[in-house]
């Protein structure tokens, strides 16, 4: 039988590892403890990341900042879509992404994003 809280982390930073080589700076939640299961941000999410990118128009170069949101899970989305469609009507801007990443066995991560 696997540590589920091991198991969780490993997902994780595979996450982080994939997000950055698409070019986002990333930060993961803590890890949970024996005593506190659950350490996410916002209590959805397991890692935030923040993207510069270069817009030119008319007006000139201006750079925008993007920010990710992703709750990592393993094989299931388990009904969270909700709760983090709910989080980006609520909270976040145009600009913001809100995505469940789950890892899917022998295939890899499949990208669930809220619009």
């Known amino acids: 039988m696997t540590n589920t809280r091991a198991k969780g982390r490993k997902f994780e930073l595979k996450a982080k590892k994939y997000f950055e080589e698409k070019g986002?700076?990333?930060?993961?939640?803590?890890?949970?403890?024996?005593?506190?299961s659950s350490q996410?941000?916002?209590g959805l999410f397991d890692l935030i990341g923040v993207k510069r990118e270069l817009n030119i128009s008319i007006i000139g170069r201006y750079y925008d900042s993007k920010k990710l949101y992703c709750q990592v899970k393993y094989a299931q989305?388990?009904?969270?879509?909700?709760?983090l469609q709910?989080?980006?009507?609520?909270?976040?801007?145009?600009l913001d992404t809100v995505m469940l990443l789950v890892w899917q066995p022998?295939?890899?991560?499949?990208?669930?994003i809220c619009d």
């Open 77 to 83: 989305t388990r009904g969270v879509l909700k709760d």
């Open 24 to 36: 986002w700076w990333v930060q993961l939640a803590p890890n949970s403890t024996k005593w506190q």
């Open 40 to 42: 996410d941000l916002f």
């Open 106 to 112: 022998k295939i890899g991560f499949k990208e669930y």
């Open 86 to 94: 709910a989080f980006k009507n609520n909270y976040l801007g145009p």
